[in-house]
């Protein structure tokens, strides 16, 4: 076998082209670049990640190529993976994203995972999801809670759009509906939840953000206003018109967030305020009770 990027025969083969893709992405600087490389040609050539780990002496073909070259180019410009393939695995489920929503975070998944605790001993809950972007947070608790209802919520109609449509992908667009709304000034029901994953980056943090962040990632999804509790203090004021009494509030917040959005909570009168640390032990997701 040639030590290039070709066979003996002229044809690039799948191991040369994975190990040359990885060290033009290491080269500029990108983390995980053999992760990239093996979920860009999971989407160019249709094959399993098992399947690609056994094929590395087989020939890549022409379309295989193509593509995985243009997407190649859009990942060394930094343009996120999710984007660049459609998609993004959140609490087990692939959802489907773009450039309108915000890409879900491993760390979104507390706020998941904690709203199922304090919902568990309702029967039928029925929640409500503010920013919903993708759906992905409003989706899994849905999938999780058979008996669930909710209704996501979004300032942007091309977001409610991603969101109805993974609605669908994951069966349960009969038990949810999509709103646009700024914040929850267009909500009219009552709830025993409601969750929110809001935009809380400040001005100084968000000139700090990586570029394919930055360049690419809805800003009205990751802004928070100056001091990043903009978004914190409108729900807040809004959570009484909506919530159920004895209804629950559960956000995730930034690391350094924890106090001043106790503080918002206190002052309107919340219950049993708690927060949960995320993988990394930072502070990540409050709740209170109504």
């Given at each position: 076998?040639?030590?290039?990027?070709?066979?003996?025969?002229?044809?690039?083969?799948?191991?040369?082209?994975?190990?040359?893709?990885?060290?033009?992405?290491?080269?500029?600087?990108?983390?995980?670049?053999?992760?990239?490389?093996?979920?860009?040609?999971?989407?160019?050539?249709?094959?399993?990640?098992?399947e690609l780990i056994i094929c590395d002496h087989d020939a890549v073909p022409k379309?295989?190529?193509?593509?995985?070259?243009?997407?190649?180019?859009?990942?060394?410009?930094?343009?996120?993976?999710?984007?660049?393939?459609?998609?993004?695995?959140?609490?087990?489920?692939?959802?489907?994203?773009?450039?309108?929503?915000?890409?879900?975070?491993?760390?979104?998944?507390?706020?998941?995972?904690?709203?199922?605790?304090?919902?568990?001993?309702?029967?039928?809950?029925?929640?409500?999801?503010?920013?919903?972007?993708?759906g992905a947070v409003l989706i899994s608790l849905l999938h999780e809670r058979m008996?669930?209802?909710?209704?996501?919520?979004?300032?942007?109609?091309?977001?409610?759009?991603?969101?109805?449509?993974?609605?669908?992908?994951?069966?349960?667009?009969?038990?949810?509906?999509?709103?646009?709304?700024?914040?929850?000034?267009?909500?009219?029901?009552?709830?025993?939840?409601?969750?929110?994953n809001p935009p809380y980056i400040d001005e100084a943090a968000m000139k700090k953000?990586?570029?394919?962040?930055?360049?690419?990632?809805?800003?009205?999804?990751?802004?928070?206003?100056?001091?990043?509790?903009?978004?914190?203090?409108?729900?807040?004021?809004?959570?009484?018109?909506?919530?159920?009494?004895?209804?629950?509030?559960?956000?995730?917040?930034?690391?350094?967030?924890?106090?001043?959005?106790?503080?918002?909570?206190?002052?309107?009168?919340?219950?049993?305020?708690?927060?949960?640390?995320?993988?990394?032990?930072?502070?990540?997701?409050?709740?209170?009770?109504?």
């Amino acid at each position: 076998m040639a030590s290039n990027t070709t066979s003996s025969m002229g044809k690039i083969i799948y191991g040369e082209l994975k190990h040359g893709a990885t060290n033009m992405l290491a080269s500029a600087g990108i983390e995980n670049p053999a992760l990239d490389v093996r979920m860009l040609l999971e989407k160019a050539s249709g094959k399993t990640a098992a399947e690609l780990i056994i094929c590395d002496h087989d020939a890549v073909p022409k379309r295989v190529q193509i593509v995985f070259r243009v997407m190649l180019g859009q990942r060394l410009a930094y343009e996120p993976i999710a984007y660049i393939i459609g998609e993004k695995a959140f609490w087990s489920l692939d959802f489907m994203v773009n450039e309108r929503v915000l890409i879900p975070r491993p760390e979104t998944e507390g706020l998941v995972e904690y709203a199922l605790e304090l919902i568990a001993d309702i029967p039928a809950p029925h929640i409500v999801d503010v920013g919903t972007g993708c759906g992905a947070v409003l989706i899994s608790l849905l999938h999780e809670r058979m008996s669930a209802t909710g209704v996501g919520v979004d300032i942007a109609p091309k977001a409610l759009a991603v969101a109805a449509a993974n609605a669908q992908r994951h069966d349960v667009s009969h038990r949810c509906n999509f709103l646009r709304s700024d914040y929850l000034s267009a909500v009219k029901e009552k709830f025993d939840i409601v969750v929110s994953n809001p935009p809380y980056i400040d001005e100084a943090a968000m000139k700090k953000l990586a570029p394919d962040v930055k360049n690419y990632e809805p800003e009205t999804a990751l802004y928070g206003g100056k001091d990043g509790l903009t978004a914190y203090r409108v729900i807040i004021s809004q959570i009484k018109t909506v919530l159920k009494p004895g209804g629950y509030l559960v956000f995730e917040i930034g690391f350094d967030q924890k106090q001043p959005v106790s503080d918002l909570l206190t002052k309107v009168g919340a219950t049993n305020i708690i927060c949960q640390q995320d993988l990394a032990d930072k502070d990540r997701i409050l709740s209170a009770k109504f």
